[in-house]
């Protein structure tokens, strides 16, 4: 049983296209993170979000606490954006639980 | 600049030996954690750390071992107790809070020869 569920596992897509994924999760959190990991492996933070809607750039992110979901949407999508992005999830304390993971590939 | 340093990028263990993988951050921050990544599955906790001095198991802990003597390095161990150590680690920290984003290194591939 995967406390974090992410669709679709992969993706590509035309550069310009508006991309969705989306992340559901089945337990009480305090918070969930959005991560992007790059090849080589590296990976970096994007938001952190308990409530509502962040944006940074290109990228936003939303979160339904009641639904327990949450969508990364990525406009005017550019061949850098090709990564894996990661859903995660806090609970209470200290400990994350992670997605799988949604591939994308921006195709120029 | 600030930030989490892991060490080495590659790392290749011979059978029954053990092998430990560097994790040091200069973030000032509390919380370091370890995770196994494995193709087509999420990131699993190894162990966790909040304070020196002190840290726990996560869910696959067995066959890996830690140390947390200062708040700045929180190396793991794999041991020759763990069968299937072929995987990328990753060394992760953030500041206890509600508030807080977590950080992470650059990852070690670890191989088995």
């Known amino acids: 049983k995967n406390e974090v569920e992410q669709s679709p596992q992969n993706l590509t897509a035309q550069e310009g296209e508006f991309i969705t994924i989306n992340c559901s999760y089945s337990v009480g959190i305090s918070a969930l993170h959005w991560l992007q990991q790059h090849p080589g492996g590296g990976i970096v933070s994007l938001f952190m979000?308990?409530?509502g809607k962040k944006k940074h750039g290109r990228l936003i992110a939303t979160i339904n606490i009641q639904e327990k979901h949450s969508s990364l949407h990525i406009t005017a999508s550019h061949p850098r954006d090709s990564a894996v992005y990661i859903c995660a999830v806090r609970l209470n304390g200290n400990q994350f639980y992670f997605g799988t993971g949604t591939s994308l590939t921006v195709i120029p | 600049d600030g930030g989490i340093t892991q060490s080495p990028k590659y790392l290749f263990r011979k059978e029954g030996q053990n092998v430990t993988l560097s994790c040091e951050q200069n973030?000032?921050?509390?919380?370091m954690y370890w995770y196994r990544q494995d193709p087509g599955q999420g990131l699993r906790l190894i162990y966790y750390s909040q304070i020196v001095n002190d840290f726990q198991k996560g869910d696959i802990a067995e066959g890996y071992s830690v140390s947390r003597e200062k708040k700045e390095s929180f190396p793991l161990t794999v041991t020759s107790a763990q069968k299937n150590p072929t995987a990328f680690y990753l060394c992760a920290s953030r500041l206890t809070g509600t508030g807080e984003k977590l950080f992470f290194g650059s990852g070690t591939q670890l191989s088995v020869l």
């Open positions: 979000l308990s409530s």
């Open positions: 973030l000032n921050h509390d919380a």
